[in-house]
Every structure is written in structure tokens, then in C-alpha cells.
């Protein structure tokens, strides 16, 4: 079975001080990692994600995540905080494909509230 | 593109009441997915479609029932609303060929059972 976990449910920052949002997965085989960000009012909004290839991943708004195998990490990190990026973070795995019921979903971890202050 | 469009916005039901949940999506996406998302919680799946004609349970079905007549839409039932059933609700699309996917999220529905 698959597995997320967000340690932290809500990160303070100063705007323009750069920002981590941790997480941790858990899975059987090779993980495809995700980033959300959820606004208030609003729907899930992709940010980046992570497939194969360079551990760094670059996605909207300036945003980036970092894979680490070893560590079974994939933090969302920022350079500059912005106020704008007030909102709920989510990460998210899924495993690699296989037949059978449920291999079509995404596990989603319980979300970090950021908070970016002015 | 609309992406994906959900209505209601926000609805109270009372206790045994039913309502659908609509969802429509306009990328052509065979997969589709209803999700819920409880305070201070990740998303659960409640139910999933690969394809019109297609659908599948999640980790929480229970209380709920879905169709897919059409590529384009994915209906959530609630036969018998119950308290527990307070949440907000979240459709999905992604598109059929081959991982990775990237789902794509409607803005959610707001249910309150009282």
C-alpha cells in the first residue's frame, strides 16, 4: 500500500524568506510524486511533479521539489515567498501501474497550511 | 476549455434527503473520479470511471452510487444523507493513456447534512 505523509500541518514564513513544505511517501515500487496547492473556495491546482529522471523538479509559480530516495522525500521548496502563496498545500503518490482494482488513484497526503507573512 | 465544472456550489440537505452531485468535464478524459475531503484532511476517493459504462469503487463508497453514461459526465448519488456525510466534495479527469497522469480538479462542492 501506498503512503503520504505531511509532518508539519501548518508552516509560517516571512515574504521574500524562502520556504519548505516536507514530505514523506511510502511505496512498493517506483513512486510518481505530485504537488498541489488548494486556495480557499478553490479546486486542487496542479503545481509539479515528479517521474523519472533529475531529483530536481521545477513547476508553476516558481515553485520546486526536490526527490530524495535515500530519505523517501519530496519537499516543495520556494526561493522568495510571495503572500499570494498563502494557501493548502497537498502532496500526493502513486505507484506504478498494475491490473486490478484501485490502480488508477492517487494517495494524498493531509495537507500543509502555509501561511506567508507580509 | 471549461475544464471540469461542478454544481452545486454549496447545498444543506436534511437528514435522508438525496441529492446528484454533477460533474461534467470537456478534455475528453476516460478517467474520472469523485473525491471528498474532510476538514483538515487529504482527499479519499469515493468512486472512479475508466470509461463510459465503466465504474469502480474507492475507499469510501459506502452511502454514495455513481453512472457514466457518457465520456463527458460522472453523477454522484447521495441515496440517504447522513451527517457524516458533511464534506467537501471534488471531481476529477485525467486523461486514459499511461502514467503518469495528472488529474485535473473541478472547484468542489460544499455539502452540509443537518
Known amino acids: 500500500a501506498q503512503s503520504v505523509a505531511q509532518p508539519e500541518d501548518q508552516v509560517n514564513v516571512a515574504e521574500g524568506n524562502p520556504l519548505t513544505v516536507k514530505c514523506t511517501y511510502s511505496v512498493s515500487g517506483n513512486p510518481y510524486l505530485f504537488w498541489y496547492v488548494q486556495y480557499p473556495n478553490r479546486g486542487l491546482q496542479f503545481l509539479l511533479k515528479y517521474i523519472t529522471g533529475d531529483n530536481l523538479v521545477k513547476g508553476s509559480y516558481g515553485f520546486e521539489a526536490e526527490f530524495n530516495k535515500s530519505q523517501t522525500s519530496f519537499h516543495l521548496k520556494k526561493p522568495s515567498a510571495l503572500v499570494s502563496d498563502s494557501a493548502l498545500y497537498f502532496c500526493a503518490v502513486r505507484d506504478i501501474p498494475y491490473s486490478g482494482a484501485g490502480s488508477y488513484q492517487l494517495t494524498f497526503g493531509k495537507g500543509t497550511k502555509l501561511s506567508v507573512i507580509p | 476549455n471549461a475544464g471540469v465544472t461542478q454544481t452545486p456550489k454549496f447545498r444543506i440537505l436534511k437528514i435522508g434527503q438525496s441529492m446528484t452531485l454533477q460533474c461534467t468535464q470537456d478534455m475528453n478524459h476516460n478517467y474520472m473520479y469523485w473525491y471528498r475531503q474532510d476538514p483538515g484532511m487529504g482527499l479519499k476517493l469515493i468512486y472512479y470511471?475508466?470509461?463510459?459504462?465503466?465504474?469502480d469503487k474507492g475507499e469510501v463508497p459506502n452511502g454514495y452510487n455513481v453512472s457514466r453514461s457518457t465520456t463527458e459526465d460522472f453523477p454522484l448519488r447521495l441515496e440517504l444523507a447522513a451527517p457524516s456525510q458533511t464534506s467537501v466534495y471534488f471531481c476529477?479527469?485525467?486523461?486514459?493513456?499511461?502514467?503518469?497522469?495528472?488529474?485535473?480538479f473541478g472547484p468542489g462542492t460544499r455539502l452540509l447534512v443537518l
Open positions: 470511471s475508466v470509461g463510459a459504462g465503466i465504474t
Open positions: 476529477a479527469s485525467s486523461p486514459s493513456l499511461g502514467p503518469p497522469e495528472t488529474q485535473y
